[in-house]
């Protein structure tokens, strides 16, 4: 059983920078992703991290403005967003899987999300 617990979000302008955390408890997994869903839209991918290697995927739309990476001490993963966009207005949701996949349908266990909103 995992627990996931999202926080970071906030209203920022287009431009600026958050960071997101995910703090889990209970057992690790293989990977930890972040997904995010927008107001009338389906739940997308944004970025998964292999924990053993920190090796990472990311979403085209976030490729290069976007830092996934965790902390084994804190059990806690990151995702440091830069330049944000009005397009990446949504609630973000940490999710934990022990496979390796950007399909949200592989994942396990979800937190509760957090919201993100940029203004242009």
């Known amino acids: 059983q995992v627990q996931l617990v999202e926080s970071g979000g906030g209203l920022v302008q287009a431009g600026g920078s958050l960071r997101l955390s995910c703090a889990a408890s209970?057992?690790?997994?293989?990977?930890m992703g972040w997904f995010r869903q927008a107001p009338g839209k389906e739940r997308e991918f944004v970025a998964v991290?292999?924990?053993?290697?920190?090796?990472?995927i990311y979403a085209d739309s976030v490729k290069g403005r976007f830092t996934i990476s965790g902390d084994n001490a804190k059990n806690t993963v990151y995702l440091q967003m830069n330049s944000l966009k009005p397009e990446d207005t949504a609630v973000y949701y940490c999710?934990?899987?022990?496979?390796?996949?950007?399909?949200?349908?592989?994942?396990?266990?979800w937190g509760q999300g957090t919201q993100v909103t940029v203004s242009s």
């Open positions: 991290i292999k924990w053993s290697a920190g090796s990472a």
């Open positions: 999710a934990a899987t022990f496979g390796w996949s950007i399909r949200g349908s592989d994942y396990d266990y």
């Open positions: 209970g057992r690790s997994r293989y990977a």
